[in-house]
């Protein structure tokens, strides 16, 4: 009697192509055949076969349930999907590693928080995905203790208008934002929330209320932007956003409340010279690119 070594069994099994594996993940999460061939660049009917292939002749196993148009992964369809995720993962991973093995290693950024909130999160997935065997050290200050430091590869600033330190990634509009809730007669003093009292935008902010007449009180101060928010958001007080950063809790107040328009301010990318790589490099394009969308 022949044994059957581990190996003899595996290599009996059919193969699936990433190819075809990269479809099937296309279909679950565009949910459907015809969605899922615009993102692989296929014909409806060429996905319908690749996909008639793996269900009938490769894995013998119903993968999908269709409802017209809409298409649901079955409980089979659904344990591949785990499996071809890993899949693609590693077969990224291979080649990044031994296509490009300079891309491995550690690279630190500085950003104010309220960038996280908003930009980062993308960018950083997407490049992680690209390039996961890079690490990221991500540092969190005000734009002012940022520009201080040389250990880090990579600043995300922001500036006032006319200032052409660095690389330009956007320029955003300033408003004034209170919760839904806020009642502006109800308060003779505005209570102020910032996140320093040191910043050009707390700055501008004071001198705005100021020249429109308004009375003012500090009354919160954070360098933490999730804490100004939640104060915000809770009716305690007004603050000075990026209109990008205006959650649907909050509401932006204008000029029929008596508050007047704010400046525009740029957010800008900082290089360290003495830090550069084809890594830094790499990540400065994402940031480029994700500060755009």
Excluded at 5 to 14: A, E, H, K, N, V
Excluded at 69 to 85: D, H, I, K, M
Excluded at 124 to 136: D, E, H, N, T, W
């Amino acid at each position: 009697m022949r044994y059957i070594s581990r190996i003899d069994q595996l290599s009996s099994y059919p193969s699936i192509d990433t190819e075809v594996l990269r479809t099937f993940v296309a279909i679950a999460d565009q949910g459907g055949f015809t969605r899922a061939g615009k993102q692989v660049n296929r014909t409806q009917s060429a996905v319908s076969m690749q996909m008639k292939r793996l269900e009938e002749d490769v894995l013998q196993r119903k993968l999908f349930e269709r409802d017209g148009r809409q298409v649901r992964l079955t409980p089979e369809g659904q344990v591949l999907l785990g499996y071809a995720r890993r899949i693609l993962k590693l077969h990224s991973e291979v080649f990044n590693t031994l296509r490009e093995p300079h891309m491995v290693g550690l690279v630190r950024i500085g950003t104010p928080d309220d960038y996280v909130m908003r930009f980062l999160p993308g960018i950083l997935k997407r490049f992680s995905k690209a390039y996961p065997l890079i690490q990221i050290e991500m540092h969190c200050e005000s734009s002012q203790v940022l520009m201080q430091r040389r250990d880090l590869a990579l600043t995300v600033i922001s500036r006032q208008p006319g200032d052409d330190i660095g690389e330009l990634l956007r320029t955003e509009r300033l408003v004034w934002a209170a919760a839904q809730s806020f009642c502006v007669d109800e308060h003779q003093v505005v209570p102020l929330a910032v996140s320093g009292t040191d910043c050009f935008g707390t700055q501008w902010t004071q001198t705005a209320l100021e020249a429109a007449g308004l009375d003012y009180r500090l009354a919160y101060h954070s360098s933490n932007c999730a804490a100004i928010q939640s104060v915000v958001g809770a009716g305690l007080a007004v603050m000075a956003s990026m209109e990008s950063l205006v959650t649907e809790d909050l509401r932006i107040l204008g000029s029929n409340e008596g508050f007047p328009p704010l400046p525009s301010m740029n957010l800008r990318l900082l290089r360290n010279p003495a830090m550069a790589s084809p890594i830094t490099e790499c990540l400065a394009e994402y940031i480029i690119e994700g500060f755009k969308l």
